[in-house]
């Protein structure tokens, strides 16, 4: 089993791992690829296996990644995942020792990525990449951890930028999530499972969608991807809180 670069001349004919089978996100699937289609301009990279698999990374230059980061010069690895029966032969450190490999011949400082102080959904394994040489650069009081494995030790490290680190978003009342097409689930559970569930709760619904990478990168949250806020305090990154069978648990937690 081999892998394969998505670009231009092949996104409309390859999937991209994740919701590829799922009807009802047919509509965020293609807003990923054409999220896609937009970043190859800005050197963002999707690498994945041959196969009809969840087994894949991105990563692109920090300074155009959709995250509130500051760390010039790095490489940014963005979604990074390795499931099911395809865990436990070696795709994850061969997925990750190419995007060393790349950022080492582009003269980057080193390679940066945002996890879950402990494991969040919808993020990269924490442990598995402290693991691999990565070490915490900054951690928030929500839970979020900034981790880089560094080539220049006399570099400045990566640090977030100051919109994440007070855990809180403006908005003080009701919910409140923030969103891209970072991921091809999304956009369907944001306006169409969490507007239901939010309003069977009478709470109130704020969606804030990031589209361009300015938004994502002045953002309350380092996860671009999906983030609720209830009363201006961050809770979950996991896009299952949005469906009526699955809030009150993680909300509750």
């Known amino acids: 089993m081999g892998y394969i670069f998505l670009t231009k001349d092949n996104i409309d004919s390859e999937h991209i791992c994740c919701a590829f089978s799922d009807k009802k996100c047919s509509k965020s699937y293609e807003l990923k690829k054409k999220w896609l289609t937009g970043e190859f301009d800005n050197g963002y990279v999707f690498r994945r296996l041959d196969e009809r698999a969840k087994v894949f990374i991105e990563y692109g230059p920090s300074e155009k990644a959709w995250v509130p980061v500051t760390a010039p010069n790095y490489m940014m690895i963005g979604c990074f995942w390795v499931s099911g029966k395809y865990k436990g032969n070696g795709h994850g450190k061969a997925l990750l020792q190419e995007v060393l490999e790349a950022a080492k011949n582009q003269g980057k400082d080193g390679v940066v990525t945002v996890v879950g102080t402990k494991k969040f959904h ?26 880089s494995m560094d080539f220049n030790k006399k570099v400045k490290r990566p640090c977030f930028k100051n919109s994440v680190k007070s855990g809180e978003c403006p908005v003080k009342k009701g919910l409140v999530v923030y969103f891209s097409n970072r991921c091809p689930y ?58 009526d069978s699955r809030f009150d648990k993680i909300i509750g937690k």
Request: net charge negative.
């Open 122 to 147: 919808f993020m990269s394994d924490t442990k598995w990449l402290l693991r691999q040489g990565f070490d915490v650069c900054e951690s928030t009081s929500s839970g979020f951890s900034l981790i």
């Open 186 to 243: 999304s956009e369907y559970h944001v306006k169409e499972s969490l507007v239901e569930t939010a309003d069977k709760r009478h709470l109130p619904l704020k969606m804030i969608k990031l589209e361009t990478i300015e938004k994502a990168q002045s953002a309350p949250t380092p996860a671009t991807i999906f983030s609720l806020f209830l009363n201006g305090k961050f809770v979950t990154t996991d896009i299952s809180v949005c469906m």
